[in-house]
């Protein structure tokens, strides 16, 4: 069974400042990561997702994420954040047989002038 | 990009009574979708997984008697909650994979309150 810890529940910042997301992930088996960004009562966005390949991820808005296997994390990373990226971010694994994606249980990014 | 529509938005219905979510994939096949159920400043618990033509698998503590999920096309999957109560009420949100790219997207969410 696969799990993942968002190491942060909340992170504050100010606008232009650079952030990190950490996402710290468990698994038997390879595993597929993803990223996604949810807004006040609305469904979820994809940010990005890892598969295969580069372990360096650029995703949507200018954020990006690393594999790190031997650390089992996928931190998600934006050099300078807008008011406008204040949300919910949830960090998520399947296996590769395409089961459910499993949650973490999300980080609130709050983004301030 | 895959586009999977979530219908209704938001629903208020007095206790005891059903409620009907649907959720459809629109410029794809589903053979398999995903519902989630997401408490206030939580994480989106898995329900259910369910494909096209068989029983959906329910997840463990889940009331598959009170949450009816049906996924009777390649495109629509239908989540029914029987005889709500003010504890159902919650967001509920479908998924489906894409097996183009082994991605998932989400629809928009169902808010329901039970009254």
């Known amino acids: 069974a696969q799990s993942v810890t968002q190491l942060d529940s909340q992170v504050p910042v100010f606008e232009e400042a650079p952030v990190e997301l950490r996402c710290n992930y468990s698994?038997?088996?390879?595993?597929?990561l993803f990223w996604y960004v949810q807004y006040p009562n609305q469904g979820l966005q994809l940010l990005l997702k890892y598969l295969s390949g580069s372990t360096l991820v650029k995703g949507i808005n200018g954020f990006e994420a690393e594999f790190n296997k031997s650390q089992t994390s996928f931190h998600l990373r934006k050099p300078s954040v807008h008011i406008s990226d204040t949300a919910e971010y949830f960090c998520?694994?399947?296996?590769?047989?395409?089961?459910?994606?499993?949650f973490g249980k999300g980080t609130t990014l709050s983004v301030s002038s | 990009g895959a586009v999977v529509s979530q219908h209704p938005s938001r629903v208020i219905c007095k206790s005891g009574t059903s409620v009907k979510i649907e959720c459809r994939s629109l410029?794809?096949?589903?053979?398999?979708m995903f519902w989630y159920r997401q408490f206030p400043k939580k994480s989106l618990m898995l329900m259910a997984t369910s494909n096209e033509g068989s029983k959906a698998t329910y997840e463990q503590g889940v009331e598959k008697d009170k949450f009816l999920i049906n996924h009777a096309s390649l495109t629509l999957s239908t989540l029914t909650v029987t005889s709500a109560h003010p504890e159902d009420s919650s967001f509920y949100i479908c998924?489906?994979?894409?097996?183009?790219?082994?991605?998932?997207?989400f629809g928009s969410g169902t808010r329901l309150t039970v009254v």
């Open positions: 698994s038997s088996v390879s595993v597929y």
């Open positions: 998520a694994v399947s296996n590769q047989a395409g089961t459910a994606l499993i």
């Open positions: 410029d794809f096949q589903a053979t398999t």
């Open positions: 998924s489906a994979r894409d097996n183009r790219d082994r991605g998932y997207t």
